[in-house]
């Protein structure tokens, strides 16, 4: 095997791509200097130990002035999508594994993947597809790490899995991924999409979001606009919500404190809720639980039990409709709570 050199060709763009920092670079052949594709690179301790070994596949550069939307599509890896000002848009192809040789990594990409990374019509394509006759998931997979203009629309999918995370991004922004995670970091818009499996994670977002998963759980925190999400199974926790919320879980616990409200607030299917409210609106309140306690539920006029609420707190305002009631039949333990704090 030949002996390779690493030249690290840094760019604070790509730089500040990942939160880990990942170093971006070419491997270039050490008798002509050319370019290796789908090398890898040994990163070393202090101690000369291997911590990781990577694919190096060139690092695709555009003018950041002529792309005005994305779409990403990669086979079992991640995809990263950053936001920044800078003047050339990026695009990084990333494998991870340190027990195959670079002849394993170059052959078995270029004899069952295919990379298509372009910019036509303003939009960029970078799309990591498996050949016909193949169907595996290399360990690991192959992710995108990608860097745009702050306004693009895009459109990211992960297949079959991996997770996606959207950060400094405004526009309209999909995603889909099967199994794996979402992040959502400082974004504003309208942002669609969902997970078979995986967790849904959004902070500091202004606009609407309408994302669902199976079976993860959803946590969100300073969030403005209209936000409505679902989950099958997981449990719920949202911080600082303003504008307007639907969310819904059918076995899960939800936590949620909700700092002003434009139209509504709409919560089903939970097992417990425990909802806070601030204290100096008032509200129109439609609420049924297993079980319901208050707190601060002052200038209440309407009918009220331990079961129900109907009624408008101080002069009304936003609609706030909640439903928790379990089957008929459940187990007393199984019955469903709900906690309306004011605050």
Not at 103 to 120: G, R, S
């Amino acid at each position: 095997m030949k002996n390779l050199f690493f030249f690290a060709i840094f760019s604070l763009c790509a730089f500040s791509a990942t939160a880990q920092h990942q170093l971006s670079g070419t491997i270039t052949d050490g008798a002509d200097g050319s370019p290796v594709p789908f090398a890898t690179a040994a990163l070393l301790r202090a101690d000369s130990t291997v911590v990781t070994g990577v694919m190096a596949d060139a690092v695709h550069t555009f003018p950041a002035s002529s792309i005005t939307a994305i779409e990403a599509t990669t086979y079992g890896g991640s995809i990263i999508v950053t936001g920044n000002a800078c003047s050339e848009a990026v695009v990084e192809v990333y494998f991870s594994n340190p027990e195959w040789s670079d002849q394993k990594i170059k052959q078995t990409l270029e004899d069952n993947y295919t990379f298509d990374i372009k910019v036509e019509g303003g939009k960029l394509y970078a799309a990591v597809k498996t050949k016909k006759n193949y169907r595996s998931v290399i360990m690991g997979g192959i992710s995108l790490i990608i860097i745009v203009p702050e306004h693009v629309n895009s459109k990211l999918e992960t297949i079959p899995s991996g997770d996606i995370s959207i950060r400094h991004l405004s526009g309209s922004l999909n995603f889909k991924t099967v199994g794996g995670s979402i992040t959502v970091e400082n974004v504003s818009g309208k942002v669609a999409g969902y997970t078979v499996g995986g967790n849904i994670n959004i902070s500091n977002f202004d606009g609407d979001f309408d994302a669902n998963t199976t079976g993860g759980n959803i946590m969100a925190s300073n969030i403005r606009g209209t936000f409505k999400i679902g989950t099958a199974s997981g449990n719920v926790n949202l911080n600082l919500i303003s504008g307007n919320l639907n969310a819904s879980t059918t076995s899960g616990n939800m936590n949620i404190k909700v700092e002003s409200v434009d139209k509504y607030v709409k919560l089903s299917n939970a097992r417990d809720i425990k909802l806070y409210l601030p204290a100096e609106k008032g509200f129109n309140l439609k609420v049924s639980a297993d079980e319901i306690e208050t707190t601060g539920l002052n200038d209440f006029r309407g009918k009220m039990d331990d079961k129900s609420i109907d009624g408008t707190l101080g002069d009304g305002g936003p609609f706030i409709e909640i439903n928790t009631v379990s089957v008929q039949g459940k187990r007393k333990e199984e019955r469903k709570k709900l906690s309306l704090i004011i605050y």
